[in-house]
C-alpha cells in the first residue's frame, strides 16, 4: 500500500505529465520494444508510429496519477485496460518489464533533479499496485474463460471453415475449432485476440465478431487496410481449411439489458459489433433505429443482410448515408451524418439507448450532436478500434 507521502508526490506529478506526459510515454515505448523483444507482438506498430498508442497510454497515466487515492473514480477505465490485456493475453510476467521501463523513461526524461530517488521509488509503488490489481483482474477473467463451457485458456487453433466477401474492402472469416469442441459463448459487441506469426515475426490483432453467439462458430470480418501487416495477410493469403490461433472473446463494450428504444450508428467497418448487438436485441421487440454510414454502396457491408433483418421485424427501421451517390445504392441520404439528418431519424423520444463506432471524427461530431439534441450522455456507448483516446468536440 502506499504511504501517505508516495501518495503526495505521484499527484504533485500531475502537472508534469499533463505538460509531458507524451513525451514521456514515447521515449517509455522507444526502451521497452527496443530492449525487451519479447513485448513487441502486444503492439501494434502503426498505432506507434501514428502517436495514438503513446497518447492513450499517457492518458491513461494521467487519470491514474490523478486518482491514486481513490481509484473508483477511475470508472470504466480499469475494465477496458483488463478486457484489452486479456484479448492480447497479458500475463503477470509482463508487468517488470513494463515497470522497470516506466521508471526509467520518468528518470532519462524528468532529469535525475525531478526524478528524485524519492519520485522513483513513490512511482514505483504506485505502479506495484497497479500491477496487482490489473493481474488480479486479470486472472479472475482467464480462470473465468476456462472453466466456461466451451472456454479456454491461452490460444486455441481454429479452422477457417469459410470466407465471404462482404464488401470491395470487407471480407469474413467463419471459424470452428479445429478440435471439435465446445464453443465458448460471447456478450454482443464483444471482440477476439489473433495471434499470427508472418515472416518469422508476431504479430497479435483484435478482432469484433460480427455474427451471434450461436454454439458453432465465430466471424469475423476484416477490413482490408491499406498497409496493413495482418489485414492484407488474412484477405490474401487465408482460405477454407486454414487454421489460426484465437484468444477467448473479451471487451466491455457490450448491449445493456434495456427496454428503451435502441439507436445502433456505424460508420465503415464499425459496423461488425453493432451487428451482434441488433441481432441479440430483435428477439426483445424493443424499437430498433440502425443507422449506417460509408463512402459509397462497393464499400457498404452487410446491407442485404440489414435489409432482411428489417423486413422481417417491424420494429426495426434502418437508414444508410452513403457519402458518394451511386446509381441504385439505396441510400436514405448522401453526404455526411448531418445533425439534421441525425434529428430526422432518431425517435421523437431522447431517452435512448445509442451505441456507436467508426473512426475518431464521426464519433466526436456524432457524440456532440447527440448531446445537442438531447439524447442523455449517461446512455450513449462507444468504443474505438485501436488505443482509445479523449472524443475532442
Known sequence: ML????IAIVKATVPLLESGGEALTTHFYRIMLGEYPQVRPLFNQAHQASGDQPRALANGVLMYARHIDRLQALGPLVGQIVNKHVSLQILPEHYPIVGSSLLRAIREVLGAEVATDAVLAAWGAAYGQLA???IGAEEEVYAANARAPGGWRGGRRFRVVRRQAESEEITSFHLQPSDGGALLDFAPGQYIGLRLLLDGEELRRNYSLSAAANGREYRISVKREPGGR??????DQVHAGDELELFAPAGDFTLGHSRKPLVLISAGVGITPLLTMLEAALPGGRPIRFIHCARHAGVQAFAVHIDALAAAHPQLQRFYCLE?????????????LSR???????PAERDLDVYFLGPKPFMAALKRNLR???????????EFFGPAAALED
Not at 495482418?230 to 484477405?235: E, F, G
Open 132 to 134: 496487482e490489481l490489473l
Open 230 to 235: 495482418v489485414s492484407n495477410h488474412l484477405h
Open 3 to 6: 504511504s501517505p507521502e508516495q
Open 324 to 336: 458518394e451517390a451511386r446509381a441504385g445504392d439505396g441510400a436514405d441520404a448522401h453526404g455526411r
Open 372 to 382: 445537442e439534441l438531447g439524447v442523455p450522455e449517461a446512455q450513449t456507448r462507444y
Open 340 to 346: 439534421e439528418l441525425l434529428q430526422r431519424w432518431l
